[in-house]
């Protein structure tokens, strides 16, 4: 039995500028994987990409997290272009995995299940129904809100949201993810109608400005701490919601549990890839949020 299963494809993203031309892993389930890996809890990992892309997951285990690799005719391959303004940038998906089923995944136990569709078609209604009868299910939506037409990312909404969500126990998305799912801007308006479509608890990020968890009826306001410097915010909510999902598991509140992830998040953004921290690290940035924001009051 695990603690915390992830669910999602690794993707191999080539990044085009006009000085390289770089390969490298990325993902919900890479950043996520990354991130959970200091926070001694039993976690796995389970993905799927193509035999020629194995080297990802040969990196993963290097560092000591536990992965269960399924065959897929293809890697997801997101291909970004930029010319001179990092601004604009043009992006390719030429390739796209095979969808996770029910089979792959029927011997896996574990307390809590994070899901990190990248597309629309990656994790079946019928696999978070599957999981839910064995666990808690977690769910980051961006994926739900995307898919490929002749190469190209498409926003989309969920068409299957209504019979899926009553299944989510844990709902991450942004704000603008949550105005696609729920048609209103209002982060609380948006929070309440996602939990009479039966979702328990919502985590809505708002970048820069924190946070926003809604469970049983009560807000909680999650400050953002401010970073000493911006260098790479691919993967903050991931990393988010990896030290959230820690602290619900080991019982605490969710105030507690959201400025913790808030934390971590700041040092994800402070330097490039993956978050590299330690528990000891995020609980020390938390404390100094806190000193900073007391100051300021």
């Known amino acids: 039995m695990y ?21 490298m892993a990325g993902g919900t389930s890479f950043y996520f994987s990354n991130a959970i890996r200091n926070m001694h809890i039993k976690y796995t990992l389970v993905t799927a990409l193509s ?19 399924l065959p897929s005719t293809h ?15 043009t992006q390719r998906v030429p390739q796209t995995a095979d969808p996770f089923t029910v089979e792959q995944l ?34 980051d939506v961006q994926g739900y809100l995307r898919k490929v037409e002749n190469e190209k990312v498409l926003a989309i909404d969920w068409t299957d949201k209504r019979e899926a969500l ?30 009479d479509w039966g979702v328990k608890e919502v985590v809505i990020t708002l970048g820069s400005q924190g946070s926003v968890l809604y469970k049983d009826d009560v807000f ?11 260098e790479d915010a691919t993967g903050c909510g991931d990393t988010y919601m990896a030290g959230y999902l820690y602290q619900r598991l080991q019982g605490a509140a969710l105030q507690d549990a959201g400025e913790f992830a808030a934390a971590m998040a700041t040092i994800k953004i402070e330097s490039s890839g993956p978050f590299t921290g330690s528990k000891e690290d995020v609980v020390k940035m938390a404390a100094h949020g806190r000193k900073v924001m007391a100051v300021n009051i």
Not at 10 to 16: E, L, Y
Not at 76 to 89: A, K, L, P
């Open 3 to 23: 603690d915390i299963c992830c669910i999602g494809h690794i993707t191999h993203d080539k990044v085009v500028t006009t000085k390289s031309v770089v390969h």
């Open 51 to 69: 035999r020629k892309d194995i080297h990802f997951v040969s990196d993963l285990r290097a560092k000591g997290i536990d992965v269960n690799v």
């Open 75 to 89: 890697t997801v391959y997101f291909e970004n272009i930029y010319s001179g303004n990092m601004d604009h940038r």
């Open 106 to 139: 029927v011997d896996v136990q574990s307390k809590i299940f994070h899901l990190g569709p990248l597309l629309a078609h990656d994790i079946p209604v019928e696999l978070i129904k599957d999981l839910a009868s064995r666990g808690i299910v977690s769910l």
């Open 166 to 195: 009553p299944y989510i126990d844990i709902l991450k998305a942004n704000e603008f993810e949550m105005e696609v799912l729920t048609g209103v801007k209002d982060v609380r308006e948006g929070a309440k109608i996602l939990t």
């Open 220 to 230: 909680y306001e999650i400050p953002a701490f401010l970073p000493k410097t911006i």
